[in-house]
């Protein structure tokens, strides 16, 4: 079973929430916890351990200009506008091209060929025997996200974990789109804040377009969740569990702690979330 956990805003503690899941399924079975949050991965924080690190690479276009007799096609094919052709050399805009390869082909001199670059690292950890870890990093400036999420959830896969539980970035862009996409069943984290019901709006349409059952937790609860409550009712969506708003269990997490491990008695809360997802996901 692949879970996601989104928001549709970050600091809604939807980290938090994907690392007390993996920490409270790993203790009776095999888990494997993906941070597809790849620009800002943080899931290693709540379990320091050795790790190993794979580079992930993209083909780039490499253009010899001895060949190139700048006719242009190269630039008229690339809709991504990574190549300029001028009269007398050729621009390449790296951070703009999507390693689609189309110049490659459509080039009559045979002037490019590919060659990899480095965008990122996907990092594995066993913090615990059943509980591995897989951490996508982007390279800094890096605007190449998603072959980053797609190796990541690859190699989780390649594990044969029972449970894959994968911790997307915040927010509804192409990166969340990557990570959501092929899960059975999607947890959204939110807040009963302003912000945090707009963005949880367009979380929760993100999940319904890609036809991901979704259900929510509210977190940092303070007891006045009626305009959350109600947009869920009217949408349909089940309130799986609420955390309230607690000064020990804000001290918990800011020492880098899990609420299910310094309070084992959250436990068969965080398991009880999990049945919660199965049946959402329609899974006995
Ligand atoms: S298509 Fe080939 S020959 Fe034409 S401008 Fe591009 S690189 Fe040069
Ligand atoms: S590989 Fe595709 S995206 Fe990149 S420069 Fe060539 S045509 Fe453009």
Redesign the pocket.
């Known amino acids: 079973m692949k879970l996601a956990v989104a928001s549709g805003k970050g600091g809604t503690g939807k980290s938090m929430v994907a690392a007390n899941l993996a920490y409270t399924l790993s203790r009776t079975e095999p888990i494997s916890l993906v941070d597809c949050d790849v620009e800002e991965p943080d899931l290693h924080l709540f379990f320091p351990a050795p790790v190993t690190k794979r580079n992930v690479t993209v083909?780039?276009?490499v253009i010899d200009e001895s060949v190139c007799d700048r006719c242009g096609k190269?630039g008229e094919?690339?809709?991504?506008g990574?190549?300029t052709v001028l009269p007398n050399r050729v621009l390449?805009f790296a951070e703009?091209?999507?390693?689609?390869?189309?110049?490659?082909l459509?080039c009559p001199k045979k002037a490019?060929h590919?060659e990899q670059k480095q965008i990122g690292t996907v990092s594995f950890s066993l913090p615990f025997p059943d509980l591995s870890l897989f951490t996508g990093t982007l390279d800094t400036g890096s605007p190449h996200a998603v072959p980053v999420i797609r190796e990541a959830k690859k190699q989780a896969a390649a594990a044969g974990d029972p449970v894959m539980i994968i911790d997307t970035a915040p927010g509804t862009s192409c990166p969340v789109v990557e990570a959501l996409e092929g899960c059975d069943a999607c947890i959204l984290v939110t807040e009963s804040t302003p912000f945090g019901l707009h963005d949880l709006q367009l979380a929760a349409d993100v999940a319904a377009r890609l036809g991901i059952p979704a259900g929510i937790v509210i977190n940092r609860s303070d007891g006045n969740d009626e305009e959350t409550l109600r947009f869920c009712t009217d949408h349909d969506l089940d309130v799986m569990m609420t955390i309230p708003f607690s000064r020990e269990i804000a001290a918990i997490q800011s020492r880098g702690d899990l609420l299910s491990r310094a309070r084992p008695e959250w436990q068969k809360d965080f398991m009880a979330l999990f049945l919660k997802c199965r049946a959402l996901a329609g899974v006995d």
Do not use: K, Q, T
């Not at 094919?77 to 991504?80: A, L």
């Open positions: 083909p780039v276009p190269c094919f690339c809709r991504y990574a190549i390449f703009l091209c999507h390693s689609c390869g189309g110049c490659m459509v490019i590919e």
